[in-house]
Nanobody, 121 residues
């Protein structure tokens, strides 16, 4: 059994910064791709940023230059540093990871519980 545990969400003023963390735990052999998604009320879930095991990254156009995704392979943790936050960044943020279970099982696409980020004055 594996799971993702998120932390770091909260309320921040426009122009402020916030850092999200998400750690994978359980019977892990290898964590492959990791990513952050977000979903605002009335909108579809969208990819915010993704990162490969060797550090190749991709970003949504709306956050490019403001957000940075990174990972610590030793701790099976992914981070999202969010700077210059705007009200339109308000959403529930979800972490995602593709995990190979120890014992030779198939890859598992695992989601975190979601954490609320609110940008408001």
């Amino acid at each position: 059994q594996v799971q993702l545990v998120e932390s770091g969400g909260g309320l921040v003023q426009p122009g402020g910064s916030l850092r999200l963390s998400c750690a994978a735990s359980g019977n892990i052999f290898q964590v492959n791709g990791m990513a952050w998604y977000r979903q605002a009320p009335g909108k579809q879930r969208e990819l915010v940023a993704a990162i490969t095991p060797i550090g190749s990254t991709t970003y949504a156009d709306s956050v490019k230059g403001r957000f940075t995704i990174s990972r610590d392979n030793g701790k099976n943790t992914v981070f999202l540093q969010m700077n210059s936050l705007k009200p339109e960044d308000t959403a529930v943020y979800y972490c995602n990871a593709v995990i190979l279970i120890r014992g030779g099982g198939p890859y598992q696409n695992t989601w975190g519980q979601g954490t609320q980020v609110t940008v408001s004055s």
